[in-house]
């Protein structure tokens, strides 16, 4: 291949580093190699193409060119387009968790987990999670509550999660704002069921097998607060 220092997938590569530093955070023994006749010399002799290799409006691909104990390779992986915080919500009603069903394309099927969304401009993480909701459920008053942070997928895709449980109430799901929604309501035994894969939904989703198990360690040391004591009475 014939190497060209401005080719886009490099300079897009260069441009993100800029615009999110947070995305190349240094690692001893992992370094990533920047220099640009590091990387011409690799790509020439592997024939292979490093940077940003493809843009979505929802994904970056980004191959990286990476150093651990003297060899090189290339590391890709995958990044959301957006940097607005990604979120996961658990919504709680009437002490029963709602699971929604949702198509995933890469196990072409679908499957009952916990809603994942960005923040969209102009909100604060918790004020969004139950904005998110009411967008789905029509008006209702409820109370958010912040487990902690979470990326349960850290092989090739990095998107960094907080994980907020929101109590719902005073809702009238019957007159809920999106009729076609379709959701499950489950008991704390029928999670449990879920994540240890002997419920009935045949596909299971790991970011609401996680988030669960976060919202229950956190229910059984944080037990006296108001968020997990009104659940209890």
């Known amino acids: 291949m014939t190497y060209n220092k401005t080719n886009p997938e490099w300079k897009r590569y260069l441009q993100l580093m800029i615009e999110r530093p947070?995305?190349?955070?240094?690692?001893?023994?992992?370094?990533?190699?920047?220099?640009?006749?590091?990387?011409?010399?690799?790509?020439?002799?592997?024939?292979?193409?490093?940077?940003?290799?493809?843009?979505?409006?929802?994904?970056?691909?980004?191959?990286?060119?990476?150093?651990?104990?003297?060899?090189?390779?290339?590391?890709?992986?995958?990044?959301?387009?957006?940097?607005?915080?990604?979120?996961?919500?658990?919504?709680?009603?009437?002490?029963?968790?709602?699971?929604?069903?949702?198509?995933?394309?890469?196990?072409?099927?679908?499957?009952?987990?916990?809603?994942?969304?960005?923040?969209?401009?102009?909100?604060?993480?918790?004020?969004?999670?139950?904005?998110?909701?009411?967008?789905?459920?029509?008006?209702?008053?409820?109370?958010?509550?912040?487990?902690?942070?979470?990326?349960?997928?850290?092989?090739?895709?990095?998107?960094?999660t907080s994980v907020y449980a929101v109590k719902i109430q005073n809702i009238n799901l019957e007159k809920r704002k999106n009729i076609s929604l379709d959701y499950q309501l489950m008991t704390a035994a029928q999670m449990a069921e879920y994540t240890s894969g002997s419920f009935q939904f045949l596909n299971r989703d790991s970011y609401t097998i996680a988030a669960y198990a976060m919202y229950m360690e956190t229910k059984r040391q944080m037990g006296h607060h108001a968020f997990f004591r009104e659940e209890n009475e």
């Open 22 to 160: 947070h995305l190349f955070i240094p690692h001893p023994d992992y370094k990533l190699i920047t220099m640009d006749e590091d990387v011409q010399d690799y790509e020439m002799k592997h024939n292979r193409t490093l940077g940003v290799l493809y843009e979505t409006p929802e994904h970056l691909f980004v191959a990286d060119l990476v150093s651990y104990n003297g060899t090189l390779m290339v590391k890709e992986r995958l990044v959301p387009t957006t940097a607005a915080k990604h979120i996961l919500i658990i919504p709680i009603i009437n002490d029963k968790f709602v699971l929604f069903r949702k198509f995933h394309h890469p196990v072409r099927n679908y499957i009952y987990c916990f809603p994942t969304t960005f923040v969209e401009a102009g909100y604060k993480p918790d004020q969004y999670s139950i904005q998110f909701l009411k967008d789905l459920f029509g008006p209702f008053s409820g109370t958010a509550f912040y487990l902690d942070d979470m990326e349960p997928n850290t092989e090739t895709y990095h998107c960094m």
